[in-house]
């Protein structure tokens, strides 16, 4: 039997399916893993973005923040690829019971997914730090500078950025749906980024599958790993 048909025996005989996803999720849309581009960002700005997207330069310069986050961050033409659809499809038919996500793109919320776990925030969503208005990604491209609310205060992506703490009740509500889960799907994540990478170790089911198109950290641990495109893998799993 090969991989395809494994994935898809899987899927076929469970109604309780977490999938937790990485940035290798949203590239099959066209947005680029920050992390991979550190040496091309570097010809252009002054520091790598790891600097860039952290709370301490978002409060110094926060100019330059927005500068870099329009022009890197932002991406208001992807759309939701096969991936996020068969993930939509999945839940809309009673098999799937959570989308863990460390992207801040909207995409699987935009392909039609309700239980999206968004562990880093999300882009779509922007706070004045003063007095909690909310803005859609909107008010942030067609702002030139620093963007302000009504009130004057500045209006800050609901991102969680370096040096920031993830929102607890998010990590809480990810942590129960992969302690509950029967299968666990990881896809487009190498899993190196922690505190959310670290969750996986709470999962105590046998069906855990890797999608992933390089190695892991968890590969040891998995009943079935695809290095192959999340998409067309997901997509053939539904056929
Ligand atoms: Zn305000």
Redesign the pocket.
């Known amino acids: 039997m090969n991989l395809n048909s494994r994935l898809k025996k899987i899927i076929d005989a469970s109604d309780n399916i977490v999938f937790f996803g990485g940035a290798g999720v949203s590239t099959e849309s066209g947005i680029p893993d920050f992390r991979s581009f550190d040496g091309l960002y570097n010809e252009k700005y002054k520091y790598p973005p790891e600097t860039m997207l952290s709370r301490s330069f978002f409060m110094q310069q926060t100019e330059e923040f927005f500068k870099f986050y329009r022009e890197k961050m932002l991406h208001p033409t992807a759309r939701p690829n096969k991936a996020h659809i068969a993930l939509a499809e999945l839940e809309a038919n009673g098999k799937l019971k959570a989308i863990i996500t460390q992207n801040v793109d909207g995409l699987h919320t935009e392909a039609g997914s309700k239980n999206v776990i968004e562990l880093h925030g999300s882009a779509l969503r922007n706070l004045?730090m003063?007095?909690?208005?909310c803005y859609p990604v909107e008010k942030i491209i067609n702002s030139d500078g620093v963007p302000l609310?009504?009130?004057?205060?500045i209006?800050k992506p609901d991102v969680v950025l370096y040096e920031e703490s993830l929102d607890p009740y998010v990590m809480v509500s990810a942590a129960d749906a992969i302690y509950e889960a029967d299968v666990l799907i990881v896809g487009g994540t190498s899993l190196n980024v922690y505190p959310a990478a670290g969750m996986i170790t709470g999962y105590r089911g046998k069906k855990l599958v890797l999608i992933n198109k390089s190695e892991t950290s968890y590969d040891h641990r998995a009943k079935l790993i695809i290095r192959e495109s999340i998409g067309e893998t997901l997509e053939s799993a539904l056929r």
């Open positions: 004045c003063k007095c909690k208005e609310c009504h009130c004057g205060g209006i």
